[in-house]
């Protein structure tokens, strides 16, 4: 199934899958590098999907197996894939208890949960999964395909691609945070957002991440993009096709981010930047400039990879030049 070589015993029986750690006898663990590689001989797994170049050591094929592929983390994947439980999902059709407005259009073969609310105006796609305590406003469009997971919540006129899951708790189309002083002193005036948000085909949202509207024109995801729980992404952003954005990263407002961008976990970005084609944001970075296509970026403010580790190397030294200033200061010169 996942196109392997085999190195060991044919017969063993896997009945589930296992970090190397937690492994028991009747464990299926993979192995992506020689840093998991060493662990291999006090693992208790059965076998393992290993990177065809990774060398393993003290492998035993008499007693254990090593699977041999391109790559573990992808193989992996097709094996998940047989032991993912079967999810639950509404009955078909529409609860009882859900709250569906007359003018609403729903689709074929459609699920709707209990206690769900479908406003004025709105249009469901074909195929489409709706979980309990969904709420949608008005002239909203969710395309074929799509599942939305319990207490999601989408604002009027957003717009949901094909084939997408939006996670629990997700809410897309609040207001920007927008804000200026009163010129009467009288504390701040709130911006109107009379924008929308609208999301590629394909792209999933993890549990209590936010995409707010537009302040005017659009708040766009492209399609295939993937990101994880506790994401902010501000008014106005543009955020392209398969794009990887890691927990608790904010995205602040107007920032345009091409195809193909990773950016790591606790990742700040400042409005109105410009992150390029296929560039990477390490975690716990903050970016106050653009990033050019390509390049991978580190840091508060965060900046090139080799730049900031030549600076990190610097600041090391720094605490041996002081010493050795110190110690220079303390020393009487020949003459004294």
């Given at each position: 199934m996942v196109g392997g070589e085999l190195v060991g015993r044919p017969d063993l029986p896997v009945l589930e899958l296992a970090g190397l750690e937690q492994a028991s006898g009747t464990s299926l663990t993979f192995i992506r590098s020689s840093k998991f590689a060493v662990q291999w001989p006090k693992s208790r797994a059965a076998a393992a999907l290993v990177n065809r170049r990774v060398p393993i050591p003290g492998h035993d094929p008499t007693t254990r197996a090593l699977i041999l592929v391109e790559n573990a983390d992808l193989a992996m994947v097709k094996v998940l894939h047989l032991f993912l439980?079967?999810?639950h999902v509404p009955g078909a059709g529409i609860h009882a208890r859900a709250l569906v407005d007359p003018s609403a259009r729903i689709g074929r073969n459609v699920s709707v949960g209990a206690n769900t609310i479908i406003g004025p105006e709105t249009e469901i796609g074909d195929g489409c999964v709706v979980h309990p305590n969904v709420t949608m406003g008005a002239h909203v469009r969710i395309g074929p395909m799509t599942t939305l997971h319990p207490s999601v919540v989408i604002y009027d006129r957003c717009v949901i691609g094909a084939?997408?899951?939006?996670?629990?708790g997700v809410v897309i189309g609040a207001d920007g945070f927008g804000f200026v002083p009163d010129p009467a002193g009288?504390?701040?005036?709130?911006?109107?957002?009379?924008?929308?948000?609208?999301i590629g085909n394909g792209v999933e949202i993890g549990a209590n991440s936010c995409v707010d509207r537009g302040k005017f024109g659009a708040t766009i995801v492209g399609d295939g993009t993937k990101i994880d729980n506790l994401v902010q992404i501000g008014h106005n952003v543009r955020i392209g096709r398969s794009c990887v954005v890691c927990g608790m990263t904010g995205i602040a407002g107007s920032v345009h981010i091409e195809d193909g961008v990773m950016i790591g976990g606790h990742v700040g970005v400042a409005d109105g930047h410009h992150i390029g084609r296929g560039a990477r944001v390490s975690a716990m970075s903050g970016v106050m400039d653009d990033v050019p296509a390509g390049a991978t970026w580190f840091g508060t403010p965060a900046g090139n990879h080799k730049d900031q580790m030549r600076s990190f190397v610097a600041l090391r030294q720094l605490s041996t030049y002081l010493r050795e200033i110190k110690r220079s200061l303390k020393t009487p010169d020949a003459k004294g």
């Open positions: 439980p079967a999810a084939q997408c899951i939006l996670h629990g009288r504390g701040l005036v709130k911006v109107p957002h009379v924008g929308t948000v609208e």
